[in-house]
Every structure is written in C-alpha cells, then in structure tokens.
C-alpha cells in the first residue's frame, strides 16, 4: 500500500488537491493507497513521518509554524527514502530545496497541469520498489524443525543493513 501524506496550511487548496489526486490515482486501479492530510500545523507532519511509514509527502515550503524546508530537512535526517514534493506559491524558492532530495516540484498556479505527470511518475517509482522486495519466511522456534511456515514478509533489500545471528537465531536489521 502507498501511503501518502499531504501538508499544507490552505483548507481549500488541501480539498483542491485531494480531489485531483484521488481522481489521478483512479487511472490505477491495482494502486493500493491510503491518503492522510495535515491542514494545520508542521509539527503534525513530522510527527506522522516519524509514526507511520510515509511513501510520498506532498509538502507547502511555506506553513505558519515552521517551513517546509525545515520539515524536510528533519524527516530526511531520519528517511532517505520517501519522495518528497514540494507544492509552492513561490517558484523562487524551489533552487533552495535541491539539498532535500526532492523527487518533483508541483507550482500551486500549475497544479491541474503538472499533477498528472507526478503522479505517473509516482507510480513508475513505487512499483520498481516494490519489485525490488524480496520474500522472507517467518518462523516460531519449535515450528521451524517441522518446517511449518508462520508469516512471510516482505521487505525492500535496500533497507536491510545487516543480519545477525544468534542462538541459532537470524535477526534482520533495517532502516
């Protein structure tokens, strides 16, 4: 599933915006994806990154609280990653956000142009992604000597830092 976060302090635009993108990712049906909204408050945003795995974050550069820019530099401390996208009012000030790793620019006065092409692009990403998880088996102590299966996940080879073994045991570590 993708999970996509918007952030932005304009109500109306947010409701603008949710409508284009719900109608742009309708063109997917096997798209699985959940959107959550911050109207408010920058502080909220960083809080969901930190919470709950963000796949794309459509981010204002300008909010009341604290400013895009300071949001993205915080969550790329902590995820290298999420795409980012900064919306703006303010073309000039996009030169100053190429240290973020900024997947797309969205000008707010070009949204119903542009939107259909990030979210292409979006979709080409994410799936490459999820091409390149693999497949591991889970299972309880006594149930592996049988060979019983438990759980499988699944998990991006990207993320995993290292494995570890211990008491015959194999942890995977990622980030």
Do not use: W
């Not at 969550?75 to 240290?99: D, H, P, V």
């Not at 309880?140 to 073994?165: H, P, R, S, W």
């Amino acid at each position: 599933m993708l999970n996509i976060a918007i952030c932005d302090d304009d109500s109306i635009f947010i409701e603008r915006f949710e409508k284009l993108i719900t109608n742009e990712l309708s063109e997917f049906p096997h798209m699985e994806y959940e959107l959550h909204i911050i109207a408010d408050d920058g502080e909220d945003c960083i809080e969901l990154a930190a919470n709950q795995q963000i796949d794309v974050l459509f981010l204002d550069i300008q909010l009341p609280s604290i400013s895009g820019k300071e949001i993205a530099r915080r969550i790329r401390m902590r995820n290298k990653t999420m795409l980012l996208i900064f919306l703006t009012s303010l073309e000039t000030e996009m030169l100053e956000t190429y240290q973020y790793e900024v997947f797309d620019y969205i000008p707010k006065s070009l949204l119903e142009t542009r939107i259909s092409l990030t979210v292409r692009r979006i979709v080409e990403k994410y799936k490459d992604r999820e091409q390149s998880k693999e497949q591991f088996l889970v299972y309880l102590d006594d149930n592996a000597i049988y060979g019983k299966q438990v759980d499988t996940i699944y998990m991006n080879v990207n993320e995993i830092l290292y494995f570890e073994t211990v008491n015959k045991k194999i942890y995977i570590h990622h980030s």
